[in-house]
Every structure is written in C-alpha cells, then in structure tokens.
C-alpha cells in the first residue's frame, strides 16, 4: 500500500483507502507498473513496451490518453502522485516516508 493506495494482483483490484478503482486492463497494469518503479522516470515507449508489450505500431499518445484516465480515477488526493516529465514521460511519486 503507498498512499492509501493498494493493489491486489490476485483479485485484479486496486482500492485508494476503501474505494475500489473502477479500473480497465491497461489502466491496472499501468497502475501496476508504476508502483513497481517509483520515482524512476519512464519514458512513453518503455511504458508501451511494458505494459501494452509493444512500442512500434502504437502512438505514444496512447499513453497519455491513459495516465489521464488513470489520474481522474485516483481522484484529487493521488492524481498527483503520477508527474509528467515534459518530453519524456512519467514518473509515480509516492507521498514522502511510505516507501
């Protein structure tokens, strides 16, 4: 759990606190992948190749689309934990003394 957020890889769920995440697949393993590499920056085709398992025939944009989904299903208190770094790509910054 980092930030009041948790996810259970066996039940395929996500919660913040007690909310349940209303989360498609790519939006999970999206999720997934960031609390798994926090504070490392990942650019848009590592997060292609990582969890859409492809970087050459989809757009980058695709990841964009979907960190934005990710970000207003987090809610106001969290959609900051997931940074844009301009030109780059994103960076999961989980609340200070969780990790």
């Known amino acids: ?17 007690d909310r349940r995440l209303d989360l498609t697949y790519r939006e999970f393993e999206l999720l997934d992948h960031f609390m798994a590499h926090p504070f490392q ?19 980058a944009r695709t990841v ?3 960190v934005a989904r990710l970000r207003r299903k987090l809610g106001p208190d969290l959609r ?4 844009t770094v301009r030109q780059v790509g994103y960076v999961f910054k989980p609340s200070a003394g969780v990790l």
């Open 41 to 59: 920056v990942l650019s848009r085709r590592q997060l292609l190749d990582a969890v859409w398992g492809q970087s050459d025939i989809l757009s």
């Open 1 to 17: 759990m980092r930030d009041g957020l948790s996810i259970d890889r066996d039940q395929w769920t996500a919660r913040v606190g």
């Open 64 to 66: 964009d689309v979907h």
């Open 80 to 83: 900051s934990t997931i940074t």
